[in-house]
């Protein structure tokens, strides 16, 4: 038996000048793309940025006065520190003028040594970028055109660059090896300057640091202040003494629960400028000095709970009300 079938004819000539049809820009890119993160980038689909902060945005522990840094714990603006051999550093907030962007964050030599001032930053739970190309970018400019920048990532990626007086961008493309991840699973990414020329005052500035999957440097992600905030909250979190409630259980010895906007990372260790007075009301003022004593939170939570001591006798089993003369803090800090 035959079966015969028949089909509309089809216009060739139609077909032809469809598959001509201009896909505009990012239509050509996307069908050239050769990876999933390629169009995802394209599109600017899922959040891509891998490094927090990288706008400089957020600066909890304020934007200048900062110790001058020696150590890979100098933090600065959040989630980056600042490394430098001696006490060299001195970081600073800096607002641009003239660029798409408004933070950035300088870093000065203030001696005539040559010496390595790094800018740094750790991120969390790595291992599975092992064997992935990733590409990092930001922006940077130098005081003097002598100055060599580097870019550390692990021994088998160090780069450099040579940052100029005016702003410009740098990337770099390197595949994550097992030598990228620390033995705590994190990612010590590094971008600064291996060395000053010797001039004291020579400073690099960087802004919008971004480290993305793929083999190409995208736009800068802006996310909202609110976003990156709840971000570095993670790490740290500066929170007013004003108006924490004070339990006591003796004269002189009580209890606080502190509300945390955002879960730690891992239970923070804290510290706490002295609160100089309590109210059981507004109108009863008393004048001691409430000191941290000792934690006793078992995990991340919501919430973090410590022992305080006080100066003067209170009255056991009342609650009093913080009420400093001037406005004090604590900070409590989980970083990596």
């Not at 060395?195 to 999957?213: K, M, P, R, W």
Request: a negative charge; aromatic letters at 10%.
């Amino acid at each position: 038996m035959t079966i015969q079938v028949t089909k509309e004819p089809i216009n060739l000539r139609e077909k032809l000048n469809e598959l001509e049809t201009n896909k505009g820009l990012k239509g050509n890119e996307i069908l050239q793309a050769e990876t999933a993160q390629e169009v995802r980038s394209l599109i600017g689909a899922g959040r891509k940025n891998l490094i927090i902060n990288g706008g400089m945005d957020v600066w909890q522990r304020g934007t200048s006065g900062f110790p001058n840094a020696s150590s890979h714990n100098g933090f600065t603006a959040d989630r980056f520190s600042v490394y430098s051999i001696g006490l060299h550093a001195t970081p600073t907030k800096i607002n641009v003028t003239g660029q798409d962007f408004n933070n950035a964050i300088r870093i000065a030599n203030i001696n005539s040594v040559n010496h390595w001032l790094e800018l740094k930053q750790k991120i969390e739970d790595c291992e599975w970028l092992i064997g992935r190309e990733v590409t990092l970018s930001f922006w940077a400019k130098a005081d003097s055109a002598t100055i060599l920048g580097q870019v550390y990532t692990d021994t088998a990626n160090t780069l450099t660059y040579n940052p100029t007086t005016s702003w410009a961008r740098y990337s770099f493309t390197y595949t994550v090896t097992s030598g990228s991840i620390l033995a705590d699973g994190f990612m010590d990414i590094t971008i600064g300057q291996s060395h000053t020329d010797g001039t004291g005052g020579n400073a690099i500035e960087f802004a919008q640091v971004q480290l993305e999957l793929g083999s190409v440097a995208t736009d800068f992600e802006h996310r909202s202040y609110g976003e990156e905030l709840a971000l570095c909250q993670r790490y740290y979190q500066k929170i007013s003494s004003n108006g924490l409630v004070y339990t006591t259980y003796s004269t002189t010895q009580g209890y606080m629960q502190v509300p945390t906007p955002v879960q730690m990372r891992v239970l923070p260790s804290i510290s706490w400028n002295i609160v100089d007075r309590v109210a059981l009301a507004s109108t009863s003022n008393i004048t001691t000095n409430i000191t941290y004593w000792s934690s006793y939170s078992n995990s991340p939570s919501s919430f973090f709970s410590f022992q305080a001591r006080s100066s003067v006798a209170l009255t056991s089993g009342l609650t009093y009300v913080m009420f400093p003369t001037a406005v004090t803090y604590m900070a409590l800090n989980a970083e990596l």
